[in-house]
Structures are given as structure tokens and as C-alpha cells.
């Protein structure tokens, strides 16, 4: 039974993964480079959230309201004016430039709240669970999350496959050069692309800020985990992103049941092993969307 | 979008093209001009350049200096985005379809980015697209799963699906056998006749022969000929540059 817990809560957990990942991957998918200031990005809209909450009061959830819709237009800006001019530059400048926007990020952090761990309390909601069996229990806020990143996917899914932006979406990531001959904008695209990006890592920021704490310099980590989501489900498919997110957040409950203190590495293990012996990632790129 | 300019007499001018690619003069002050309504060829020996002048009217490549006009609007500064919705299509010499759309999907693409119609309406114009160069069969297949006649097709289409007034064709009858060249000829000339005009590089004559009403030969910076295709394929400073030698003359007449 302990087993079974774990691979639920792992399920759950993953779902947040995903929710974080998903972003990562439609950039990398538009544009072929990876964000290395993602995770600072969800780590910036908790620290928005926070200070939202410090002076508007309130239960915390009202910030998404607010938080998400400012990611997407920060988003659109930093690709217009710094991430096209740095893709403009060659394949390592996008590199170079992210690396430098998280250094600078964390930093600005840091200087503004301190090095103190944070979090967004959501009152009763953060610990009230649905009891399945005795030894099975369902936390709310992690199963909304799970909900919520689900649906959020799906939707994103078929936002890609169905409507006019989504074509253009896969359009620009497969030629930018045919979709311009077809009229469609690349940088208007790459734009929306990135906007997309910071909004959903908003909400992924959030919620892991309400689940866990967080801290300036967490993004890092977070980075790192949302990398592996990635690159486990294989770049560039978003269904394969919400398996990669799954399976690493498996991978980590399941690590912890065995040693409290191996769940971390148990989700590396696991991401090792997909590089070796599967690096285009488990759903492979033939069915990727973009 | 219906066309709507003030009549000029060409569709499209490009005046006094000058462009250097390092040491290497593709265009010395170069004019060529579209009458609306008509297909006028471009002929040159390998690394004339031809190329690189429909990158030019296209929007994808800047020029040292000239002007291009369309519409008797200057669009020497446009984009190539924008130059399309404004109604140039163009074909790439090596088509390359997306690999993940589907037939339908490239042209439907096409259509919403260049007018401003209701679904319906764009469903039946990226159809209508895709019938008029003969792709009704393959509407539901991948873009990177065609062969090669029919991904030429797709880049036709997706050019005809903007409704452009002109469409830069580059090479399309290259690597087709003779019944393939037909067809293409076909497709051409009935788009002719719905009213689109055509800049069409190409070195398999045979098709400029039956399609052109004019045909320029670009060689060394300059049009060294001009004028109908027989006047054009006989012209000596043609043979000279093109042909190499005499010899291989009695397929092109």
C-alpha cells in the first residue's frame, strides 16, 4: 500500500513537473534553444504573487489572475526586443543570454527579499486531503494542481492542433522561411511562443510556491527538473512533456519510499538511463507536435 | 482580397537592381518588368544569379540598390511576410513542406495570414487552392511525406492560396519527367488565365516555350536578351552564354 501512495503522490507531483516543463518545451520546439532563465521565471511570478498578497491581502489564489496575464506580456516583450535580437547572433548567444537573465534575476531577488525561504499559504486548503483508503490520502491543493495541469496541456494541445495561431506555432518551428512565404510573421510568432511559455511557468510557479517554498536562487533547480521532464518525454511533443513529468515525479516518490533521501537522485537515475538508451525522449519526435 | 490598385501597367517593376555578393556582380543595374496578366521567364546560365533576384522581388534577400514596385506601390523595404500578403507568392527552388502540417493545413495557413475571411470561406479557398494545381487527392497527407512532383504542387498551391497577384516560380519543372512537365504547364497556364501573372525562372525551356510571353536572359550583371521566347533562344549573345555551343540548340527550337 505504501507503494501505492507513493507512485499517486508521485503522479500528482508530476503534474506540477509538466505544468513547468511545458513551456521549456514549446520554446525549444519554435525556436531550438533552451531557456536557462525558465525556472527563474516561475520563481519572479511567486515573488510577484507574494507581494501582491503582502499589500492586497487576500487568499493568494486571486494572483493568477493577475501574475499569469503579466508573465505572457513580459513574455512577449523579452523575446521582441532581447531573445530575437540574441537568436539573430548565432546558435550560442540565445545561451548566453538566458544564462545571463537568470544570474541576473536571482540576483535582484536576493537583494530585494533576502535569501529566506517563502511561500504562498492558501489557509486550510494547503493541508485538507480526501481520504481514499486509510493509508491512501489525496491532498486538495495537489490534486487541483494535477487537474489543473492536465487540462492546461490539453488545451495547449489543441490550441496547436486546431486553431490558426497554433498552425502558425508549428508552421515557424518547422521553416521559418516557407511560413514567412505564407505570410505569417516569425517574430510575431516567436513572440507569442515565449508568451505562452512565461504564462503557463507562471502558473506552475505558483502552484509550486503554494505546495512547497520557495527561494530567490530556486529556480536553478527548478530548471533542472523541468529539463528532465523534457527531455524523458522527448523534445518538443507536448503530450510527451506531461509523460516525462510523470514518470520523473514517480521516479522521485518512489526513490524517497526506498530512502528518504535518494528521491532526487532516483528522478536523475531515471533521466540517465532515458539519455542512454532513449535520448530522443520516450514519445519520440515523429508524433511531436511541434 | 480582390484587386483593388490603380491600374498600373506593370504589376511589378524592379528598377536598377544593383547586387554584389562578394566579388561576384549578380545584378548591374537591372529592370525587369510584369505586366499584369502575363509570364515572362527567366533564363541564365548556372550561378547567374536568378535566384538570388526573385529572393529579391520576393523580400528574402536585400538588394545593393534599385527599387521594387508591385501595384505601383514601393515595396523595396517590405518584408517578405508582409510582401506576400500583400500578393507575391513564390516557390523554392528545393520545395520543402512542413513536415508536420497536412496538405490541407499549408494552404489553410496561406489563406488566413493573407485575407480576412470567415472559416468557411478559408476552408473553401485553401480547397480551391489545393484543386486548381491538382492536390484534391492529398488533402489529408503529411507535408513531408509527398514526392517530389507533388510537393512542387504544394508550393504552388501555397503560393496560389495567398490570392496573389504575381507568383515567383523558381525551377519548378526541374527533376520532372515530361509528363509531370505537362501537367505543370497546365496548372500554370490556367492560373494564368484566373488571372495571376508569373516571373518563372527555369532551365527546362520547353516549358517557358509554351507558357512565356516574354523571356529575359540574365547573365554576368545583365539581361544580355529580351523579347519573345524564339527571339530569345535564338539571340546569339543567348547561346553564347547559356547554351555554351550551338550544338546543343535543336532541343531548344
Redesign the interface.
Known sequence: MVWTNAVVQGLLLGGLYALFSVGLSLMFGVMRFVNLAHGDFSVLAAYAAYVLVEHAGGTPLWTFAAVVPMAAVVGFFLQHFILDRALGAGELSPLLVTFGLSIFIESALQQGFGANNDSLFLGPLSYQSWKITNTLYLGRLEVIVFVVAVALISGLQLFLSRTQPGRLLRATADNPRAAALSGVNPRRVRALATAIALATVAVGGLFLAMRTSFTPTSGSNDLIFAFEAVIIGGLGSLWGTLLGGLILGVAQTVGSQINPADGILAGHLVFLAVLAYRPQGILAARNAAL | MTNTSPSPQNLFEANNIVKRIGTVVIADGVDIHVPAGSIVGMIGPNGAGKTTMLGIF?G?VKANSGTVVFKGRDVTSV????R??LGI??T?QIP??????TVF??T???V???QSVSMSEAHERAIFALERCGLLKLVNEIGGDLRLLDRKRLEMA??V??DPALVLLDEVAGGLNNAEVGQLIEIVLSLRDSGISFLWVEHVIRALNATADRIVCLSGGHLIAEGSPAEVLAHPAVIESYFGSPAFMSTAS
Open positions: 520576393s528574402n518584408a517578405m511576410a508582409k506576400a500578403r507568392g513564390r523554392f520543402r513542406p512542413f513536415d508536420k502540417l493545413e499549408h489553410l495557413l496561406a488566413q495570414q493573407s501555397r503560393a492560396a495567398l
